[in-house]
């Protein structure tokens, strides 16, 4: 993947990108779960093994403690944590080496963590390992009590009749109100009985006729809840009886919670938030696709933001466009498609490097509003750039229809879920290449043995559902020797690489060529009609390898010994190579440039391969 990074004037002109600088790669799996750990805000994780010795750690939180990531491995839980927090994490980490999930919250100085410790299960059950998440809950703790003490004052308020208090008669007919109640009215005083409450919608007036009527019926005391402009109300509604025990008048104490509820509202949100950046880091973890990770991370983005439409843009190889790699609430054929490089959103968020908040796409003059979100009447967004240890990725963006004023925890909880982005599509990055070197030669960059004999097994398997031959096209060069002999190694390598450069132009798209070992080669063939169709290719194999090579290469003849095996779905992936083996020494004891044709097809009735040969002309 290729990236485009800014200009240099244009990176000048701009602040810094927010976070730490993209470094190398890291050198081990380990490093990257710890890059994975970090992207979390707020909190820890720690994996233990049976042992109960870190694994790997990471988080920020990890500082209240007193350790450095760096200095964990091998650590014992003692050695981690103080010795009263040990005393109550060391029974939980047993039980879940037995299989239990158990979380509670610990105390320590300055901190209040909410702890979970959970077993890590190996494919066959096995507890292999406890992973231990911590979350600082402190600022909860601090939040709740601010609103006890938000609560105090209240009720201190209410002493004071600073609510708004007001009393109705058996009519229904306001024919109290206190000085709060009165400003809330915008009146100097009550001129008289006023049958409801000025300034509710009539859904709302409704309501309180109906918790006015309950108290009247039953005697006892109720609450409803009223809205009045922007502004939410909480209020008592309690019964005055009169000398005869019958219900007189109805008192009433709204209290203003508005504040309140903003509050709560955020701290909500924000813990909501938090846990959900928790979830997507351990889903990270576990992902073993980029189309599983980026789709879960854009439905927890527009799940915890409340937006419509979310997406992920993943920059093309030549960093001219991107596509949409991913996304929520976006029309049917959406995925996939480009939206160009230019003067956009996305755009902007990459070449600045930092992330881009619009309120409303109508006002904005930084840029022009993408064709996508243009035929969504895509009003308000959030974007932030997704970088990996390799350089840009993409972007990561949330989108809604209508204006919106996002909040800067809104745009911290999009920017980490990016860094988290980032660093497990790193890991991934990583593992895949990992892979394609476990499975492909160093020299000519073919596949290696290994990934040639998982592919036939996949070709031998699909014959049970269709119709067709797999044919292997096994061949050595006749007359190799000679060029290490007389030119040394390096041109002989020279000539291998030319060698399967051919043989890929030569073949189909679907084939696959693979290096044997030395200078064998073998061609994987599939859907092929009949035994010609095979022969047919193993003659292009030999067309592609006897012409000259590269000097100095070209002054020594080199042919090809091809020996072709068809098989079916009762044929067995080493019976079809022993087959082209055989076939192919067949063709060397021949002479150089000549096919052998057996088969691996085992008969009706049996097993094993039943070998049919013949040897073609040079």
């Known amino acids: 993947m290729r990236s485009r990074e800014p200009r240099a004037a244009d990176a000048e002109a701009r602040e810094a990108p927010r976070g730490p600088p993209a470094g190398p790669p890291p050198s081990n799996e380990a490093a990257l779960l710890r890059m994975i750990l970090d992207a979390v805000p707020e909190g820890a994780m720690t994996v233990l093994d049976r042992d109960l010795r870190v694994v790997v750690a990471g988080g920020p939180i990890l500082e209240r403690i007193g350790a450095t990531p760096g200095a964990l491995a091998g650590a014992a839980l003692d050695d981690l944590w103080p010795r009263e927090s040990a005393q109550r994490l060391r029974p939980a980490c047993a039980a879940a080496l037995d299989g239990a999930d158990t979380a509670f919250d610990l105390d320590l100085p ?15 059950g096995r507890v292999a390992a406890v992973l231990l998440s911590t979350h600082d809950i402190t600022v909860f703790d601090e939040q709740r009590e601010r609103l006890a003490e938000a609560e105090e004052r209240y009720r201190a308020l209410t002493e004071v009749s600073s609510d708004e208090i007001g009393r109705f008669d058996r009519d229904l007919t306001l024919v109290y109100a206190n000085e709060s109640l009165l400003a809330a009215l915008g009146l100097p005083e009550l001129p008289a009985p006023l049958p409801g409450l000025p300034g509710l919608s009539p859904t709302t007036v409704e309501s309180w006729r109906a918790a006015l009527r309950q108290v009247l019926a ?15 109300f909480d209020a008592r509604l309690s019964p005055e009886f009169s000398a005869d025990g019958s219900v007189a008048h109805i008192v009433f104490e709204a209290r203003d919670w508005s504040d309140l509820k903003a509050v709560q509202d955020n701290l909500a949100a924000r813990v909501a938030q938090q846990r959900a950046l928790a ?3 351990s889903a990270s973890l576990e992902a073993d696709d980029v189309d599983t990770l980026l789709g879960s991370a854009v439905a927890v983005i527009a799940e915890q933001l409340g937006v419509g439409l979310a997406k992920v843009l993943e920059l093309t190889d030549d960093a001219d466009a991107f596509v949409v790699r991913a996304g929520v609430g976006w029309r049917p054929g959406t995925l996939g498609t480009e939206v160009p490089w230019g003067a956009n959103q996305a755009t902007h968020t990459m070449t600045s490097g930092m992330p881009v908040l619009v309120t409303d796409s109508r006002d904005e003059d930084r840029f022009a509003l993408a064709d996508l979100l243009a035929s969504h009447a895509v009003r308000s967004g959030m974007s932030a750039p997704i970088r990996t ?33 980032g660093t497990a599509l790193g890991r991934l990055e990583a593992q895949a290449a990992l892979r394609d070197q476990a499975l492909h030669d160093p020299l000519t960059g073919l596949a290696n043995r290994a990934l040639l004999l998982e592919r036939i097994d996949v070709a031998l398997a699909a014959l049970a559902r269709e119709d067709g031959l797999v044919a292997l096209v096994f061949f050595d060069l006749d007359g190799f020797k000679p060029v290490n002999d007389a030119l040394g190694h390096e041109a002989g390598d020279e000539v291998l690489c030319e060698v399967a450069e051919r043989l890929v132009a030569s073949m189909r798209p679907r084939d696959t060529v693979a290096r044997f070992g030395g200078d064998e080669f073998v061609v994987l063939c599939e859907g092929l009609e009949d035994t010609a169709a095979a022969t047919a290719l193993a ?33 067995t992936t080493d019976a079809l190579l022993r087959a082209a083996d055989g076939a192919m020494y067949r063709a060397k004891a ?26 073609g002309a040079r």
Not at 110 to 124: F, I, S, T
Not at 394 to 400: E, R
Not at 401 to 410: A, G, H, I, K, L
């Open 590 to 615: 021949v002479g150089g440039g000549c096919v052998a044709v057996g088969t691996a097809q085992a008969p009706a009735g049996g097993e094993g391969a039943a070998d049919r040969e013949h040897e």
């Open 279 to 281: 979830g997507l880091a």
């Open 218 to 232: 039953s005697g006892e005391s109720t609450s409803v809840h009223f809205t009045r402009g922007r502004r939410w």
């Open 110 to 124: 300055g901190a209040v963590l909410r702890v979970r410790v959970a077993p890590l299960r190996e494919p066959e």
């Open 389 to 421: 240890p390799s350089g840009a990725y993409g972007v990561l963006a949330a989108h809604t229809v209508e204006p919106r004023v996002f909040s800067d925890d809104d745009m911290l909880f999009l920017e980490a879920a990016a860094g988290l982005l």
């Open 539 to 571: 003659r292009r194999v030999v067309d592609a390898v006897g012409r000259p090579y590269r000097p100095p290469a070209d002054l020594f003849p080199i042919s090809a010994s091809v020996g072709v095996a068809t098989g079916g779905s009762r044929s």
